[in-house]
Structure formats: C-alpha cells, structure tokens
C-alpha cells in the first residue's frame, strides 16, 4: 500500500506564479486534509474535505484553493504564490472523525517562493 | 483563543527516560493525540488518549489529566533513533485539530 502519495517533493515558484499540489490516497478514507508547517508553530488547517465533491475552509485558507472530484485525491492550489506561502505542506487522510481517529500523511512538499 | 503548549527542545541520553508535558487550552475536548515526526519526513501516530490516566504502547505511554489541561509522553529506554519532534494535538468540540508546535527531543549516546 503506497498510503498518502504527494507531488511534488520540492518546487521552487516566482511570486505571482501558480501552482498545483496533487495528494493520492489509496485507503479509500473518507476525510482529507491539507497542512502547512512552519518553524517554531504547529501543523495548520488550510483546507480539508469530508468526502468527494466537498471541501471546506480551516484556519489559513486565504490564497489556497482545493477540489475533490474524486474521493482518492485533493488538489491543493496556489493561484498567485506569495512568499508568506513558503512552507512545507502535507496531505493527511482519515477513515473517520471521530474516536481514535489517525491521520495519515504524505511525506510532504517543500514549497519556496521567491 | 486556542493554545497548545509544549517544551522546545529536550535533551537525554541513550537508555534513559524522558518526559516531554503538553498543557492545553482548547474550546472543548475530544481527545488528545501525540505524533512522531523525524527530520524531513511526516508525522506518525504514537497515542491517543480521550480518558483520564495512563496509556501503556511499550517503550511509550501517554498521560492525560482532561481537568488540568495536561498530557504528557514518557519514553522510556531511550534508543538513537527516537531522536525526533513529539508534536501534542487537541481535537476540540468542532472535531477539529488543534497542534502544538512540537518538542524537538536529541538523544545522546
């Protein structure tokens, strides 16, 4: 099982250009979640999706959209990157929300704006 | 506001304990998770707990107190390779996933 696949690694972006961020799951869950991180502050929501054909906003939405046409994957746009957006950005899925419910993540995509 | 509070850094060394606390203020609770997370790669999960007490996983366990606001992970017989962020989250009454900053942990031999 390949889990929680995120394109691309590593991407380096002039500001004002645009970027899409593609995330594949392979566990059929229903739940998906975009992250940024950044030093010294925890994991923050920028959008996420309670099944196919939703999305809904989290704590940093501002410059970022998301589809999920299909319940596998969720797309991550930047329609005209800032260097505020410089960040490392993981997808997470899950089965559930509640309970014991455990996220799973990419490996993550080092994004740099200049 | 929503907080998360956890240490930044820890040090011990190799077949010892160490305790890394996690307090928090959060708009309700549903349960409070701990993340590993090496270097460059994803965070994976370690514990859950939603309970008061202690939760046993081998070397780790997880201590919750839902009326102090407090968690903490133990590790015991320290390994190199436990060398790692330990990052707490909150889910708080809108089921969404309130995340400390981490504690950075550095095993030494």
């Known amino acids: 099982n390949a889990g929680v696949t995120q394109t691309p690694k590593f991407r380096v972006l002039k500001t004002g250009q645009s970027m ?3 995330c594949a799951q392979d566990m059929n869950h ?3 979640y975009w992250y940024r991180q950044d030093p010294g502050m925890g994991l923050r929501l920028i959008h996420y999706s309670v099944g196919e054909g939703t999305t ?3 704590e940093v939405p501002d410059g970022y959209n998301v589809s999920r046409l299909k319940k596998q994957n969720f797309l991550l746009g930047l329609e005209s ?3 505020s957006q410089t960040s490392v950005y993981f997808c997470a899925s899950s089965l559930q929300e509640s309970g014991a419910n455990v996220l799973t993540f990419g490996a ?3 994004l740099t704006v200049l | 506001g929503q907080n998360i509070d956890q240490p ?4 011990a060394t190799e077949g010892a304990i160490v305790q890394i606390n996690c307090t928090y203020q959060t708009s309700g609770f549903n349960g409070l998770f701990w993340y590993q997370q090496h270097a460059g790669e994803a965070p994976t999960f370690l514990s859950y707990n939603v309970l008061d007490g202690l939760e046993e996983k081998g070397r780790f366990s997880s201590f919750l107190s839902r009326s102090k606001g407090y968690s903490y992970l133990l590790l015991k017989e ?3 390779k436990d060398s790692a962020s330990y990052l707490c989250a ?3 009454s809108n089921y969404q996933l309130i995340w400390g900053a981490g504690t950075k942990l550095i095993i030494k031999p």
């Open chain 2, 8 to 11: 930044t850094e820890m040090t």
């Open chain 2, 90 to 92: 909150v889910r708080d």
């Open chain 1, 108 to 110: 993550g995509s080092r």
């Open chain 1, 56 to 58: 809904a906003k989290g």
């Open chain 1, 30 to 32: 229903e739940y998906m």
């Open chain 1, 81 to 83: 990157a800032a260097p």
């Open chain 1, 20 to 22: 899409t961020l593609l």
């Open chain 2, 78 to 80: 320290l390994q190199m």
